[in-house]
């Protein structure tokens, strides 16, 4: 007999929990979107009405919503998401989670070690390593090898006036924290594991990062989210004696890589499995590069 749906709860009731994460998890086959919780009352209830869920607010709802649950999605900023993926995995909830984990090395730290000990399943969600064309493509030059460089310049709009993505945590912590998480992730599945960083920034947003990777191979990262409506754009490729070879850009859907990885998060729950190339402890070890950078960002700006 098939086992009932996954029960899951979203943490979130802006933009992007209303156009991704909601939609996406009504839609994965072993998930039931049970619980929608937000900070505020109406906003939960008006979202969880569109998927037939139940809401719940504030932070006196917080245990009467996770008690309710199998696993627990994010669509609120990370320093919001940390300490309720903690409360959460502690009570033995499953996670999708949103990158950064967090934007502190400690924060970052207690959702990886709070998912370790109690060993749920998680996963988090770097949108490139879950779109189809670029596993296809990851696949295929880290078969050949033999990289010696990589580099990635991204310029998102979201700081522009009218950008629903224009959220204040964005404002406050800018592409280093919003796009290099995605950059990062890529060049360390495509290159190693990353061994160090040197980082500096400039105007409108701009950080740079020169990656080492496992391995000997350097990579560089160039972001801002203040690329503008004609300049937006992202670009990945290697270098090697071979040539180059191109990340396949351009699709920016975020529904089928969510259900991706909502998928492969539901399997490994059935499995009883908690490891996962994106799982809370890459997010961790992302994270640790992005607060390194800032750091050295910050020494420079003295
Ligand atoms: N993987 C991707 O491609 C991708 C793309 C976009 C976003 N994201 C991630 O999704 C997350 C949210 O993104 P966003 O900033 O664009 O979100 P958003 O859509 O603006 O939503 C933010 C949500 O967090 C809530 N919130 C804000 N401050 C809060 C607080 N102190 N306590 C409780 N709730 C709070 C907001 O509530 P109110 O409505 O009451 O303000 C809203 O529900 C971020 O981690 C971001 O990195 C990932």
């Given at each position: 007999?098939?086992?009932a749906?996954?029960?899951?709860?979203?943490?979130?009731?802006?933009?992007?929990?209303?156009i991704?994460h909601?939609p996406?998890?009504?839609?994965?086959?072993?998930?039931e979107?049970?619980a929608?919780?937000?900070?505020?009352?109406?906003?939960?209830?008006?979202?969880?009405?569109?998927?037939?869920?139940?809401?719940?607010?504030?932070?006196?709802e917080?245990?009467a919503?996770?008690?309710?649950?199998d696993?627990?999605?994010?669509?609120?900023?990370p320093?919001?998401?940390?300490?309720i993926a903690?409360?959460?995995?502690?009570?033995?909830?499953?996670?999708?989670?949103?990158?950064?984990l967090?934007t502190?090395?400690?924060?970052?730290?207690?959702?990886?070690?709070?998912?370790?000990?109690?060993g749920?399943?998680?996963?988090v969600?770097?949108?490139?390593?879950?779109?189809?064309?670029?596993?296809?493509?990851l696949a295929?030059?880290?078969?050949?090898?033999?990289?010696?460089?990589?580099?990635?310049?991204?310029?998102?709009?979201?700081?522009?006036?009218?950008?629903?993505?224009?959220?204040?945590?964005?404002?406050e912590?800018?592409?280093?924290?919003?796009?290099?998480?995605?950059?990062?992730?890529?060049l360390?599945?495509a290159?190693?594991p990353?061994?160090g960083?040197?980082?500096?920034?400039?105007?409108?947003d701009?950080?740079?990062?020169?990656?080492?990777?496992?391995?000997?191979?350097?990579?560089t990262?160039?972001?801002?989210?203040?690329?503008?409506?004609?300049?937006?754009?992202f670009?990945?490729?290697?270098?090697?004696?071979?040539?180059r070879?191109?990340?396949p850009?351009?699709?920016?859907?975020a529904l089928?890589?969510?259900?991706?990885?909502?998928?492969?998060?539901?399997a490994n729950?059935?499995?009883?499995?908690?490891?996962?190339p994106?799982?809370?402890s890459f997010?961790?070890?992302?994270?640790?590069?992005i607060?390194e950078?800032?750091?050295?960002?910050?020494?420079?700006?003295?």
């Amino acid at each position: 007999m098939a086992s009932a749906p996954l029960r899951f709860g979203l943490v979130g009731t802006g933009y992007w929990a209303s156009i991704t994460h909601a939609p996406a998890l009504a839609a994965a086959p072993d998930i039931e979107l049970a619980a929608v919780w937000g900070r505020s009352a109406e906003a939960a209830a008006a979202l969880a009405a569109d998927f037939g869920a139940r809401p719940f607010s504030g932070a006196e709802e917080l245990d009467a919503f996770l008690d309710g649950v199998d696993g627990v999605a994010f669509a609120v900023p990370p320093d919001v998401q940390a300490p309720i993926a903690v409360a959460a995995a502690r009570a033995g909830k499953h996670l999708m989670l949103e990158k950064p984990l967090a934007t502190s090395v400690a924060g970052a730290d207690e959702v990886a070690s709070a998912v370790a000990e109690s060993g749920v399943a998680s996963a988090v969600f770097f949108t490139l390593m879950f779109r189809a064309e670029i596993r296809a493509w990851l696949a295929e030059v880290t078969a050949r090898g033999g990289w010696l460089t990589g580099l990635t310049t991204w310029f998102g709009s979201s700081l522009g006036g009218s950008s629903p993505f224009n959220t204040p945590w964005r404002r406050e912590k800018g592409a280093l924290w919003d796009i290099a998480p995605h950059a990062v992730s890529l060049l360390w599945a495509a290159l190693g594991p990353v061994t160090g960083v040197t980082a500096d920034a400039g105007p409108a947003d701009v950080s740079h990062l020169i990656l080492h990777h496992e391995g000997g191979a350097s990579s560089t990262v160039t972001v801002s989210q203040h690329g503008g409506e004609g300049a937006t754009g992202f670009e990945t490729y290697l270098w090697g004696p071979s040539g180059r070879s191109a990340v396949p850009a351009g699709n920016t859907d975020a529904l089928a890589p969510l259900g991706t990885a909502l998928a492969e998060l539901t399997a490994n729950i059935r499995g009883g499995l908690s490891a996962h190339p994106c799982d809370a402890s890459f997010g961790r070890d992302v994270g640790h590069v992005i607060s390194e950078a800032q750091r050295q960002i910050d020494e420079r700006a003295g």
